[in-house]
């Protein structure tokens, strides 16, 4: 198994790159190998940074999809970040 981050930069607030689709395409860049390769891969969320949201990606061999999700499973059982939602913020504004 591999693991590493799932976005280049943490997550931006709802509506910040929608003027910006390169960006918006580039943060998706770490998650194409996986396909690419016909690898099984998910993406767990594993904390915060500015009160935005990241996300920890597990990559896996072929046909080893049971042991991700295990991997997955006790990522989760050992932290609570699964647990926690970020406040959520269009353009800087705190919404309700």
């Known amino acids: ?35 690419l390769a016909g690898l099984p891969g998910m993406s767990v969320p594993c904390g915060f940074v500015d ?9 896996g ?11 997955a499973h006790r990522y989760q059982q050992a932290t609570d970040w699964h647990t926690r939602a970020p406040e959520m913020k269009v353009g800087g504004t705190p919404k309700a």
């Open 1 to 35: 198994m591999i693991a590493g981050p799932t976005t280049p930069t943490p997550a931006f607030e709802l509506g910040a790159k929608t003027d910006d689709p390169i960006t918006m395409y580039l943060n998706d860049i770490y998650t194409i190998g996986a396909n």
């Open 61 to 71: 061999p072929h046909f080893a999809e049971a042991r991700l999700l295990n991997i």
């Open 51 to 59: 009160g935005l949201p990241v996300g920890l990606q597990i990559v």
